[in-house]
């Protein structure tokens, strides 16, 4: 499989549940991140991380939680969640996040969370 | 901070026409790399042309091209020979080079391409 996946890509959820979406990058990146996508809002960048290594936290409430366990799988654990978290999750990669030539993020395809 | 203006929400083709997305960004960086990305109905975020603004050349791929105009902050998207698979919301976006720099995106114009 090439490029960017991820699992779920459709969650609904109860305010009291505990879950987790799973992104997973076959382009041999260093770096991952996780976004949320909210109707009529820009795109809202939540994490980086660069070589396993978290590098930013946009002020993200805890309840979301990262985990980057290789340079290929990048975790976002969720609980407690409000319904106001309902949204598209994008993961994207990579080559670095230094900001040079080889900054072009790939996107997954997103997971579409729905909190009741 | 860098910010990205799409000023047209939603804008409709027909079919082989020729359409051009307005994009506008502000920043204080000389240097810095645009994008624009593509999200069909199916979600998934595509690629569709980079611009590095040291690069005085508009970027090209196929029948997507760029019109780059640094002095004004402008970063314009045309696509010719329009397609029905062109039908997509389009997001154009800012990315310094420092190590802090993240990737900025507009709020989107949303293209409608018709028979």
């Known amino acids: 499989e090439t490029g960017v996946t991820q699992t779920p890509r459709h969650l609904v959820m109860g305010m009291t549940n505990k879950k987790s979406l799973k992104c997973e990058q076959h382009?041999?990146?260093?770096?991952m991140y996780w976004y949320k996508q909210s109707a009529k809002k820009p795109l809202e960048l939540m994490f980086v991380y660069s070589l396993e290594e978290r590098v930013e936290n946009n002020s993200v409430p805890s309840r979301f939680s990262p985990e980057c366990p290789n340079s290929s799988h990048l975790f976002l654990h969720l609980h407690t969640l409000q319904p106001e978290d309902s949204a598209l999750y994008l993961c994207?990669?990579?080559?670095?996040?230094?900001?040079?030539?080889?900054?072009?993020?790939?996107f997954g395809p997103g997971t579409r969370l729905l909190v009741l | 901070a860098q910010t990205v203006t799409q000023s047209q929400p939603e804008m409709s083709v027909q079919e082989a026409e020729t359409v051009t997305l307005s994009c506008t960004y502000d920043t204080s960086e000389n240097n810095y790399y645009l994008f624009w990305y593509k999200q069909p109905p199916s979600r998934q975020m595509i690629l569709v042309i980079r611009q590095e603004a040291y690069k005085q050349q508009n970027a090209t791929e196929n029948r997507f091209s760029v019109n780059f105009q640094k002095a004004a902050k402008s970063f314009s998207l045309k696509i010719s020979d329009s397609q029905l698979g062109d039908t997509a919301m389009y997001f154009c976006?800012?990315?310094?080079?420092?190590?802090?720099?993240?990737?900025?995106f507009g709020t989107g114009t949303r293209l409608q391409v018709t028979l």
């Open positions: 382009l041999g990146h260093n770096a």
């Open positions: 976006a800012f990315r310094g080079t420092g190590t802090a720099s993240k990737l900025t």
């Open positions: 994207a990669s990579s080559q670095d996040s230094r900001g040079g030539a080889g900054e072009t993020q790939y």
